[in-house]
């Protein structure tokens, strides 16, 4: 049996995209938590987790003007890639307007041979889904990936769950057989 019946796989939501304007501090609120508070939770389902992500530096002017705020987000994701060491766990990691500062802080925390099996594996192309919205809207963006593929909405949905899985493979064991 192929993936398409054991649903999609969400990889993460764009929360600073214009759709969260009107909302943005709302759904922050609901979703955010101090990392210190949040650590021992992790640790605790450690054994449940597929990775720690999506984790990065967001340096665009929204979110990091001055260079405190800057070193500040550095300062979380060093704490962030080594407690994805700790639980052999893989990371998810984007950054917008910071790829060179992403990359030099990866290659100060992650050992050299490690770093290059992620940049192989990101040097295939893997599509997965990411949507602009809340992740309940998935499917929207597996019916516009057909449309425009010329494909299935299943053959869609079997691709992209079957690369979430070579990317998380932990996740193959929270599928229904």
């Known amino acids: 049996m192929g993936a398409v019946g054991v649903g999609m796989v969400d990889c993460h939501c764009h929360l600073s995209a214009p759709d969260f304007d009107h909302d943005l501090d709302d759904v922050l609120e609901k979703a955010k938590k101090d990392l210190d508070v949040a650590l021992p939770i992790i640790e605790n389902y450690k054994d449940q987790l597929l990775a720690i992500g999506e984790v990065g530096l967001d340096f665009s002017p929204r979110f990091a003007v001055t260079d405190e705020q800057k070193e500040e987000q550095r ?84 691709v992209t769950t079957q690369n979430a899985l070579k990317l998380f493979p932990k996740l193959q064991r929270l599928l229904p057989k």
């Open 75 to 158: 300062q979380v994701l060093i704490r962030q890639v080594q407690l994805a060491k700790r639980l052999n766990l893989p990371l998810n990691v984007h950054s917008r307007s910071a790829g060179r500062p992403t990359i030099s802080l990866l290659n100060e925390q992650v050992s050299k041979d490690c770093f290059r099996q992620v940049s192989r594996l990101t040097q295939c192309l893997f599509v997965l889904f990411q949507v602009r919205n809340e992740p309940r809207n998935i499917s929207i963006s597996a019916e516009y990936i057909a449309q425009v593929k010329g494909v299935s909405v299943e053959e869609v949905i079997d």
